[in-house]
């Protein structure tokens, strides 16, 4: 990571490398389709989800995220953190999330995100 200094402005400059720059975090949430059936088609569709999503771990762009709970502690949908250059490769990569093209998220709502980066 370089770091410029300069005498005049007694400021220093630290460029994070160029992938930090250009990520931007989204946050999705979804909601499960309300019918009888839904809990038992989670279920089932949920190894290949957990693939997708260890996939996109592995690659950097999911950051955190976990199941939604009704009062009853049984799982109604999905709250992800993804990280990617733009809301246009996160709209690719949910083509083919097994949430979505086997009927189990019913609502999603994506929002810009920025995660507080404390050190």
Do not use: C
């Not at 839904?38 to 996109?56: T, W």
């Amino acid at each position: 990571m370089p770091i410029y200094f300069s005498a005049e402005s007694q400021f220093i400059i630290i460029l994070a490398d160029n992938n930090y720059l250009r990520q931007m975090q989204f946050l999705l949430l979804a909601f499960d389709n309300d019918s009888p059936e839904a809990e038992e088609l989670r279920d089932q569709v949920r190894p290949l989800h957990l693939k997708k999503i260890a996939e996109l771990k592995r690659k950097g762009e999911f950051l955190f995220g976990g199941a939604i709970l009704n009062d009853e502690g049984k799982m109604k949908g999905s709250m992800i953190v993804y990280e990617m250059p733009d809301r246009e490769t996160l709209d690719e990569r949910l083509k083919d999330e097994p949430y979505v093209t086997d009927g189990v998220w019913q609502k999603i709502e994506i929002y810009p995100f920025r995660l507080a980066r404390i050190e």
